[in-house]
């Protein structure tokens, strides 16, 4: 027999619509969402409104990055527990000390596009991070890494103050861009080892590679071409440790590169058929100068009388 108390009639009424509620879907849980960005008030991630799952993403969501009206700006404190940019999509970090972004595992597809303006490492650092070789990242500020860098597509370092990777950027699946005036040090009392797929563009500013152990090599391995822009440094710092270049395409030098000492610096071109070597110097007669100079067998270098080598230059059987 139902109650007559209206009290308890009301409470029970307001829990049968409750729970209905939660069956039609209208009851909201967060947890395990997929939250996809339609920026459909702004670009400010933490704007519920600016989500199809209805809310600011938490630490248990799956974020995607896809195609929007504009692209996704983190200013304030942000998490994920999954961040996927896809093709299209585009991410930008730009906050002030102490703003955290933090991300569990951490996507880029081919064509997606990240920009990192925060001395801090997160989100780029960590384990489950996967940058597929046509996606980009580009770094504006950065501190120091701890740990090794994951392997990039296409990385754009565009600094106006130095930024210190140490030894912890070891490969770059794409192209390798330097803009921006400051200075990009590659620089670690141990090995220093860099590999890049794609070509070698320092278009403004200097990339430093040094190792402060001067028995331990640099090395700088390019499988296309490497460009050196007016105004723009390749160098090796202060340390004497061994240098050594591998270029698979065309060398074009419109700056400064120092090679260092004669014996402990060489530069090996690799190219399977034609390559050139081009000096555009700001003086009219400017040489450039490398220390030791090998030629693979099947490369056919186009040096011109620009290029000298102060110690040996050979052909490798």
Known sequence: MLSRNPWRLRVMLVFCLWMLA???GAFTVHAEDLCTWTASLDGDWNRAGNWSCGHIPTNTDTVVIGPAPMPARVTAAATAATLIIEAGGELFYNAGAGVDFA????TIADGGRYIHKRTATNPISGSN???????????????????ALPIFGNLTVSNTTAIQFSGKLG???????????????????DSVSLTIAGNLEILSGTLLMQSINTNTAVTLTVAGDVRIASGAALLRGTSV???????????????????????NSTVHFNASGAAHLTRLAA??????TFCNVSIA???????GTDFIA????????
């Open 22 to 24: 939660g069956v039609n």
């Open 103 to 106: 991300v569990g595992a951490f």
């Open 129 to 147: 991070r996967a940058f597929a070789p046509n996606s980009t990242v580009e770094i504006q500020s950065f501190s120091s890494p701890s740990t």
């Open 171 to 189: 490969q770059v699946a794409g192209v390798f861009t330097k803009k921006g005036g400051g200075e990009l040090r590659l620089s670690a009392a």
């Open 241 to 263: 440790s061994p240098w050594i270049h591998t270029v698979g395409g065309d060398w074009i030098d419109e700056g400064l590169y120092t090679p260092g000492a004669a014996g």
């Open 283 to 288: 003086t009219a007669g400017d040489t450039e």
């Open 297 to 303: 067998a099947g490369t056919v270098l186009d040096t």
């Open 310 to 317: 102060v110690g040996a230059w050979a052909r490798r059987p």
